[in-house]
Structure formats: C-alpha cells, structure tokens
C-alpha cells in the first residue's frame, strides 16, 4: 500500500533525524562516561564521597574558587555531607562550627564600626577569595574562576563535565599553539582553528581554560583513608558540586516516590469511577 | 450559560439568592447539567486539564512572589534562596517552572484536536479565535517568565525578543530602535526591564483567566463540538457534564499529573537549559541563543528567513493564520475522520511542526546531508535552515492552500446522521 509505504518512509524520516544529530561545525569531546551514585530517581548522595568532595573544595579549588550561594551551616543539614540526627538545627551542629571557626570573615566591629576579622559562624557564606572580580580576574591572568555553587547544573554534562574538565589535561598535540597562561582542555568549550597548524580538517577537539592542571595524586589527604589519586578526587569533588547545586535533590527524589505512588493509586481509583459511572452508557 | 435552565432552587436560602444574583444557577447550568455529546474521546479531556494547569501556575506563581526580588542583582540569588532555604521552595519553582512546560504540552494537544476536528468551524468562531488569543497571552506570559531568574538564556532571550520590534526600523528609520527603548526603559535591557516583566508576568494570567471566562462562555453556547463533527440533534446524543465528564475530565487530570510530578521530582531541569543555571551577564553572549521547547518551531521559521523584518513578519502571520482558520476551511464535512484526504495533510502538518521544532534547537547551519566539504575542512550541503524553510513553506501552505482547496480533490467517507448512530453501529468510534 502507498499509504502504508509512505507512513514508514514519514516515521523512518523523523526518527533519524531526531536520533542523529546534525554535524556542528565545531565541538568539544563529550564528558567522560562516570557513574555517580546520586543519578537516577532512587540515587542517594555517597556521604562519604560529599565530605571527602568538600575536602578536596577547601584545600584546592576554595583559593581560587567562591561558592556564594552557600552557607557553613549547610553543610550540617538534612541530606548535607555533616548532618547528624543528634543537631537538627545545623547551626548548632559541631561540625559546621568548627569547619566555620576555621575560616576568618570581614566584620565591623559593633562597638566602633571600624572594619575587623573574625571566625566565621555557621550562618556565614562560604568565604570568597576575591574581594571583588577585578581583584579574582587580577590574579588569574585576565580569567574569572567561576562560581562554582551551582555549577554542576550550569554545564552541559553536569557533574561528568566537571569530572572530565579535571581529568582531561593531555599533553596539546602536535600543530596546536598553546597561548601563555593557557592550557589545553578537550572538554572545554571553545574553537581551536586559529592556533592549529595541522590540516585543516582535523582542528582539535575543546578549547583553552585557564586553570592548570590541579589534581594530582595525594594533592589532598582523605581522612577515612582512601586513596587519594587524580581520579577519585575529581569523582569527590565533583559529588560535592552535584550537591551543592542542590542540597533538596533528595528530599525531592524521595517527596516524588510518595507523590507517584499516590497519584498512581488516584489514577486507578478515578478509572474505576468512570467505568462504574458509564456502565450503562453505550458511547 | 445558554439555553433553558434546569436549574431548581430546592431551598429558601437557595430561591432566596436566585432572585438576587443566580449564581448557584450559573455554576449548575455550566458544570452539572451542561449537556455534553456522550461521544467525547480523551482529546476532548484537555480543555480541564489547561483550566487545572492555569490555576497551578497562578497559586504557586503567587507564592514565589512572596520570596522572588524584581532586581537585575537580587534576581538570580532570590532564584535559589527560594530553591535552597524557603521551605518546599524547589517544590514550588520547579512545579512553576515544568508547569509551564506542562502548559504549554496540553495547549498544543488541545489546538491539534481542534484543527483535526474542525471545531474552529460555524458555529464556533468565536470560540476558536478566543482560544488563539489565550495561547497569544500565554506567549507572552511564559516569555516573560523565562526572563525573570535573570540567567543568562533569560537575559540573552530578552535581548533576541524584544529586538524583533527594531526589525521596524527597516519600514520607517528610528521607530523600531524607539519601540525597543521604550519596551526596555533605557538603552538595553536592564533592571527596568526586568522589573516591568515582573509587572506584566503577575498581570496576564489574570488577563488569561479572564479569557478563559469567555472561552468557556463561548463553548457553552452552542455546545461541545465531538469526534464525529455532527451537530448534537436530540437528547440521546448528550449526557449531563456531570458525572459523566467531571470523571473522565478527573482520570485524564490525575494521568497528567503522573507526567507533571515525574519531571517535577526526578528530571525538574531536563527542559531547561544549563545555561539559565548562569546569573546573566550583559558582557558575554551565550554561543548558542535558543528559547524554551515551546517556542522552538517558530524560531526556526523566524530564522529560516535571511531578512529580518521578513523572518519576524513569517513567524507572527503563522499565528495570524490560526485566528484566520476559520474562515481558510471552505470544507463542509467537520471532522477530519471522515475527510481522507485532509486528514493525510493534517498528520503531515503536525511531524513538520514537530522537525520545525528540532530544527529550532539546532544552529541554521548545521549540515544534516553532506555534500562536499568547504576550503576550511567544515563539510556543506542541505542544512538546518534549508530544511527550516520547506517546513514553514508546508505550514503556510495547509493554511493558505490545503485547506481551503482539498475538498475540490477529496471524496469524503459517509458521514453518520447523528452523533448516536455510530455509536450504536460500530463497535469503536
């Protein structure tokens, strides 16, 4: 049948070209394959992973890096990294007083006014390193460190790309002029034609970042005694960005079982309503 | 709202009010035993489903009011304040946000219903055109929703929207660049014009809702259209709204709430883009500017054209010619499921509205069939912006030529006398 024929050519047409995606002019690589332990609807932070994640936050990327959107206290609530049933309150949590104390914050002081440090408390922001971004893009050669508190939600790729980012330092190949300050990253985004010397048709994937190369092996000690190489780290602290984003993903996740579970069961109550009610209604 | 009320006071408080303000009359005509063909299918349930989808997004919009702050610097952070701190505030901004979406979803279902149907057709004009100036409003609403969190795509979407009015410039010099000024509050967008976005944002649901009032007025007149698009001629063609559509209506709404919670709970941003996760930042443009799915289709007409002022002009008449359908079908027969030929054209027009919209979410010249390859190595041949154009050539021409025109081409299946006759008949409708 033509019709027939044609409704398979129709659906045959729309679904390569939805499952193939169009060539793009330039590109980076796509994210590393990861597997983290939070994805999917039933997927739980690693508690361990988020404390040693943060760990590898504030001995590395905390110097150049600022995480606003956060607070100390965060970090003992429900779902954060340090909370235990015994502090509900997260302020009053040991936890995020002394990892707080450890971190010195401008103030005024209430009696003069005049500006002063002292140690942070819980219900003080993830200290910045910068005083402004002139002074962040000042001491990094003209670049800005981005933001990192929801940056795992605003990069393709999420966590993975982070984990890729900082994994994927290879040495440049040959034919690519690496610019001063600039280092070579084929997850990051950019267009590497007008520094490549090579042919034409094989310009390299990625683009140039401006941080070098930060973890190594035994950059950062694990206090609970794992081994601390590149890759773990990275895999640490990329489960500590992914819940930074955002510390609710699994009161969501878990709120949504109930919700569907509910819903579902409405669903099947309102179906058998509506047989019962057009029983005798030939329609 | 029409015709002659069954409507009996039963009480004295209750005959009492009847003389004053009928209102009790007004809801029993409209929603208890307004008289409903029996032969509704689940297409017909989105119409309740939109109404529940309108009020979501107005009572959870009123309470991020409470916590949102209008400021070009506040914005972003007041975003996440209500996501990270206020209490079931990711509930709230995500059932907002994938409502929106949601919205957006049953209010194409419910127009490609009404096309396929022909429920625009006599006597339902004004019924037809009333929906069309909803889906405008939306439009413009969930425009300016987009742009309130001030991400970057919110930003970068404002700048791209709002410049479509400076493609006036091309027809009278300096009135385009005055209409954008004026839109803006200043020379680019700002916090002025995040704050007049804020304003408009509250203002057109209610606008909206209003609409709705209409809408329904204008359905409840000369009653619902159904699958067969034969008029309702006694009263075994119709069963009372209630119970028989506030259940039905009630299972489609609950099933629409499965799919809402499962992107509200497990997958909140998989329709947005990473981008509006970045507070905006007038210095640096996005790579890749692209609006929120719903808009999609539209923008890839909007970019199929190489000259502005023409590519704005296509992507507001393929609006236009929704509010001109009804008098575009010179047909007689209704229902598409009894026009062969129509119906061919019709299925046509919704895969190309849909490759419009994955056309929209590509770059124009990003290459789907290679033919050679340009002197930089980059390969050429039938791009994202040629296909663009036959699609949007396809959506003028079901408007302006297959519609009015099929019917001089098309043998028409028998058409059942009454909406009752089939029913009784077949077996499936």
């Known amino acids: ?283 | 709202m029409s015709g002659h009320s069954t409507y009996e006071p039963k009480t004295g408080i209750e005959r009492w009010l009847d003389a004053r303000l009928p209102i009790i009359r007004l809801g029993y005509d409209s929603v208890i035993a307004y008289p409903t063909p029996k032969n509704l299918n689940y297409w017909w349930t989105f119409g309740g489903i939109l109404s529940v989808c309108l009020v979501l997004q107005i009572v959870t919009g009123v309470v991020l009011a409470m916590h949102y702050i209008p400021h070009g610097d506040l914005a972003f952070a007041s975003v996440e304040r209500i996501m990270r701190d206020v209490n079931h505030g990711w509930m709230i901004r995500y059932l907002h946000a994938n409502g929106a979406s949601m919205f957006f979803l049953a209010v194409y279902v419910h127009m490609a219903r009404g096309l396929y149907y022909g429920s625009y057709k006599e006597p339902r004009e004004v019924l037809w055109i009333l929906g069309c100036v909803i889906y405008l409003l939306m439009m413009a609403t969930a425009f300016m929703g987009y742009v309130l969190p001030w991400g970057q795509m919110s930003f970068y979407g404002a700048v791209v929207i709002t410049n479509f009015f400076s493609a006036l410039d091309q027809v009278i010099p300096g009135l385009g660049s005055a209409i954008t000024t004026w839109l803006w509050g200043g020379f680019a967008v700002d916090n002025p014009t995040l704050n007049r976005f804020f304003s408009l944002h509250y203002l057109l649901p209610f606008v909206i809702a209003g609409v709705v009032g209409l809408h329904i007025w204008a359905l409840h007149v000369p009653g619902n259209n159904n699958p067969t698009g034969v008029s309702v001629k006694s009263k075994d063609d119709v069963v009372p709204f209630h119970p028989y559509y506030t259940v039905k209506d009630g299972f489609a709404i609950v099933v629409f709430l499965i799919l809402l919670s499962w992107f509200v709970f497990f997958a909140p941003d998989a329709l947005g883009h990473a981008d509006n996760y970045v507070q905006a930042n007038p210095l640096q443009t996005p790579n890749h500017i692209v609006p929120e799915w719903y808009f999609l289709p539209f923008y890839a007409m909007l970019r199929a054209v190489p000259q502005k002022l023409a590519g704005v002009l296509i992507m507001f008449g393929s609006i236009a010619l929704l509010f001109a359908t009804p008098w575009l079908d010179w047909a007689k027969v209704r229902s598409m499921r009894y026009r062969p030929t129509a119906r061919w054209f019709f299925i046509i027009f919704i895969v190309a509205v849909l490759i419009l919209g994955w056309c929209g979410g590509k770059l124009p010249d990003d290459v789907i069939i290679p033919m050679g390859k340009n002197p930089d190595g980059s390969p050429t041949g039938f791009s994202v912006v040629h296909l663009s154009r036959i699609l949007t050539a396809y959506y003028y021409a079901y408007f302006l030529l297959v519609l009015p025109f099929v019917k001089n081409f098309e043998q028409t299946l028998p058409v059942p006398d009454s909406i009752s006759a089939p029913v009784l008949t077949e077996k499936k409708g």
């Not at chain 1, 045959?12 to 394959?33: D, Q, R, Y």
């Not at chain 1, 910045?128 to 670049?143: I, L, T, Y």
């Not at chain 1, 997850?187 to 034409?200: C, E, F, R, V």
């Open chain 1, 1 to 283: 049948m033509l019709r027939k024929a044609l409704m398979a050519g129709l659906a045959a047409g729309v679904f390569s070209l939805v499952a193939m995606p169009a060539l793009a002019l330039t590109s980076e690589e796509e994210p590393k394959h990861v597997e983290f332990g939070f994805e999917g609807p039933l997927g739980k932070f690693d508690r361990a992973a988020v404390q040693r994640g943060f760990k590898v936050y504030a001995e590395v990327c905390a110097s150049c890096h600022s995480m606003n959107l956060l607070y100390y206290r965060n970090l003992a609530q429900k779902g954060g990294p340090f909370y235990e049933e015994k502090y509900p309150n997260p302020n009053a949590s040991p936890y995020a007083k002394a990892i707080a104390a450890a971190v010195m914050v401008p103030d005024i002081d209430q009696e003069t006014g005049d500006a002063v440090m002292r140690a942070a408390t819980p219900a003080d922001h993830f200290k910045s390193p910068f005083a402004n971004e002139v002074a962040a893009r000042a001491s990094n050669g003209g670049a800005m460190p981005p933001d990192l508190s929801v940056i795992a939600k605003a990069r393709e790729g999420g966590p993975a790309y982070i984990y890729s980012i900082l994994t994927g330092y290879p040495t440049p190949p040959k034919g690519l002029t690496v610019p001063a300050g600039k280092y070579y990253n084929p997850y990051m985004p950019g267009d590497l034609a007008s520094y490549w010397s090579g042919p034409k048709d094989q310009v390299p994937k990625g683009g140039f970042i401006a941080m070098p190369l930060q973890l190594t092996p035994d950059r950062v000690t694990f206090d609970d005694g794992t081994k601390s190489t590149a890759e773990q780290q990275a895999h640490d602290v990329s489960t500590f960005l992914a819940w930074a984003a955002e510390p609710k993903a699994e009161e969501r996740k878990e709120t949504g079982l109930a919700v569907m579970a509910y819903l579902i069961l409405f669903a099947g109550l309102m179906y058998a309503s509506y047989r019962r009610i057009w029983r005798n209604v030939a329609h």
